[in-house]
């Protein structure tokens, strides 16, 4: 089979074996700028590529899962608008697949990602949870009495809930939503903003803030206030027990992760405390969860496999 996430920056692909072992990967850039057309070319040439090496290797590619960002309709394999992509309404699973010959199931990125998180990573063990992925945008994946929240598709788009109401536009058509403050992009633009610096990305400014720098500092806390805020409301409604948080800006570690945790106690009263992680799966979330609903939808819905080892992202399946 074949697991395939396809991010605002980039998509990274792999072929699968039955254990969800990886035979062969793939990195291709996400041609954004070039157009939607142009990433569902993108998208359909990388399946394509995938599928040849498994011929290559006399394997037959039995289910290919794809996650996308953005407001995804999974029953119906749409892609019902993604702001990163330009995306709106596209039938994107039918599309791929009469491009390709594979079968396709489609999922949401940052909910493939949970489910894998949910199965085998942080949230292992957890009934409510809130995993959160912070990069190119932020978004959330929800799950309440162990089981996802979906909303047609509509549910965790946590990047859009308001915390800055006379802030900055949102690519969505808001103003002062959680993107703007608290994504990797918004990070290092309000950063060069403030200095006239330019930097290498969110990286450089968490650098710089390790390293002291009062603008960095500003920046990095004005972010971590707008997740805190963010997770608080989240936090209220859900009961959540667990927050799980990936992405990019997560590979910071501690330098957010404490920040935040001590601005979400300051904004909870009677609510419950959830505990503040990092993901363990990494970058390879998205792709372990794209695997495993590949390897539902190839064994007609059953149980997702279960963990036992060392292999894609640091897990065998049996």
């Known amino acids: ?14 072929l699968l074996d039955r254990a969800l072992e ?3 990967t793939v990195r291709r850039p996400t041609p954004r700028r070039q157009g939607p057309d142009a990433v569902v070319d993108a998208i359909a040439a990388t399946l394509r590529e995938l599928d040849s090496r498994a011929r290559a290797a006399a394997l037959t590619v039995r289910h290919a899962g794809v996650v996308v960002p953005g407001i ?52 292992r063990g957890a009934r409510d949870v809130l995993c959160v992925a ?3 945008g932020v978004a959330a994946a929800v799950i309440c009495d162990g089981r996802p929240v ?6 965790g788009e946590l990047g859009h809930l308001v915390v800055a109401p006379d802030g900055d536009p949102c690519a969505c058509g808001g103003r002062g939503c959680l993107e703007t403050v608290a994504s990797a992009a918004a990070v290092e633009a309000a950063y060069v903003a403030r200095t006239g ?11 710089r ?38 992405g990019g800006l997560a590979e910071s570690g501690e330098l957010l992760l404490a920040p935040v945790r001590a601005g979400l106690a300051r904004r909870l009263t009677f609510q419950r405390r959830p505990q503040v992680v990092r993901a363990e799966l990494g970058e390879a979330a998205g792709r372990v969860g794209a695997g495993i609903a590949a390897w539902r939808a190839a064994d007609g819905g059953h149980p997702a496999p279960v963990p036992l080892g060392h292999g894609p992202a640091g897990v065998v399946f049996r």
């Open 150 to 155: 979906t909303g047609a598709g509509l549910a």
């Open 197 to 207: 610096r330019t930097v290498a990305g969110a990286a450089e400014v968490a650098a």
């Open 72 to 123: 995804v309709d999974e029953p119906a394999g749409r892609a019902l608008r993604a702001v990163n992509l330009g995306w709106h309404d596209v039938p994107l699973a039918a599309l791929l697949t009469r491009r390709t010959g594979l079968p396709v199931t489609l999922g949401h990125d940052v909910r493939a990602a949970g489910t894998a998180e949910a199965l085998v990573g942080a949230a």
């Open 22 to 24: 990886p035979l062969a």
């Open 209 to 246: 803030v390790a390293g002291g720098d009062p603008a960095a500092r500003a920046v990095w806390q004005r972010a971590a206030n707008g997740l805190a805020t963010a997770l608080a409301a989240a936090t209220t409604l859900l009961g959540t027990e667990l927050v799980v948080v990936g």
């Open 134 to 136: 912070v990069g190119t």
């Open 1 to 14: 089979m074949i697991a395939l996430d396809v991010g605002g920056t980039g998509m990274k692909g792999v």
